[in-house]
């Protein structure tokens, strides 16, 4: 299985740019499809992006509307998320999240391996 640990997330303003990080440890990261989650107060917890295992596909959410960027690095077990244009809307935990491969589905409870959160706050 696999551990995930985010980092990144921060004190912004409206239209600024962040990126996250997922760094991953333990067996096969690259059978693993990767995707960034996040989970606003009062809201379920929704996707956002993911990516496949040899970075070939991503799929991303409407929310995201073209601002966010999803990227992996399997020699270095990270993946990122490149955030551009932050709106206040986008405060969130943002979560890591690692389901395998071969499962196709972007449901929360289809994913096994999660990140403890980071949290980016949008300030108008």
């Known amino acids: 299985q696999v551990q995930l640990v985010e980092s990144g997330g921060r004190l912004v303003q409206a239209g600024d740019s962040l990126r996250l990080s997922c760094a991953a440890s333990?067996?096969?990261?690259?059978?693993?499809?990767m995707g960034w989650f996040r989970q606003a107060p009062g809201k379920e917890r929704e996707f956002v992006a993911g990516?496949?295992?040899?970075?070939?596909?991503?799929s991303y959410a409407d929310v995201a509307k073209g601002r966010f960027t999803i990227s992996r690095d399997n020699a270095k077990n990270m993946v990122y998320l490149q955030m551009n244009n932050l709106e206040p809307d986008d405060t969130a935990v943002y979560y890591c999240?690692?389901?395998?491969?071969?499962?196709?589905?972007?449901?929360?409870?289809?994913?096994?391996?999660w990140g403890q959160g980071t949290q980016v706050t949008v300030s108008s």
């Open positions: 333990g067996r096969a990261f690259s059978d693993y499809f």
């Open positions: 990516i496949q295992r040899n970075a070939l596909t991503t």
């Open positions: 999240a690692a389901r395998h491969w071969r499962i196709s589905s972007v449901e929360p409870g289809k994913f096994g391996s």
